[in-house]
């Protein structure tokens, strides 16, 4: 599987941006999908996570109530819609993928995933 994120840019604090991870693949329908992002010099972190099977989300306290994670099986792509942001969400944001069966806690560590796509740059300005 071969992932793409696209979708960052500049916004100001209060904006709202969504981003996109495209997936190659004919499987993507079966495949938990992640979101991370890293700030400068901080630790690659967990935002949010959608399941392959029964849909299920979760979401880091920090954006929780302001990020939507979902995904369109149709197209092969995993969105993220971040409303409300602040100069804090400033970071890269990485897409990921991994098959199989996995509880949503699970989905919260880096080291499930078996794939990941480059980042996108989310840059909030105050």
């Known amino acids: 599987v071969q992932l793409q994120a696209s979708g960052g840019g500049l916004v100001q604090a209060g904006g709202s941006l969504r981003l996109s991870c495209a997936a190659s693949g004919r499987t993507f329908s079966r495949y938990n999908m992640g979101w991370f992002r890293q700030a400068p010099g901080k630790e690659r972190e967990f935002v949010s996570a959608?399941?392959?099977?029964?849909?299920?989300?979760l979401y880091a306290d920090s954006v929780k109530d302001r990020f939507t994670i979902s995904r369109d099986n149709a197209r092969n792509t995993v969105y993220l819609q971040m409303n409300n942001l602040k100069p804090e969400d400033t970071a890269i944001y990485s897409c990921?993928?991994?098959?199989?069966?996995?509880?949503?806690?699970?989905?919260?560590?880096?080291?499930?995933?078996?794939?990941w796509g480059q980042g996108t740059l989310v840059t909030v300005s105050s």
């Open positions: 990921a993928a991994t098959a199989g069966v996995k509880g949503l806690d699970l989905l919260q560590s880096k080291s499930v995933y078996d794939y």
């Open positions: 959608i399941r392959w099977i029964g849909g299920g989300t």
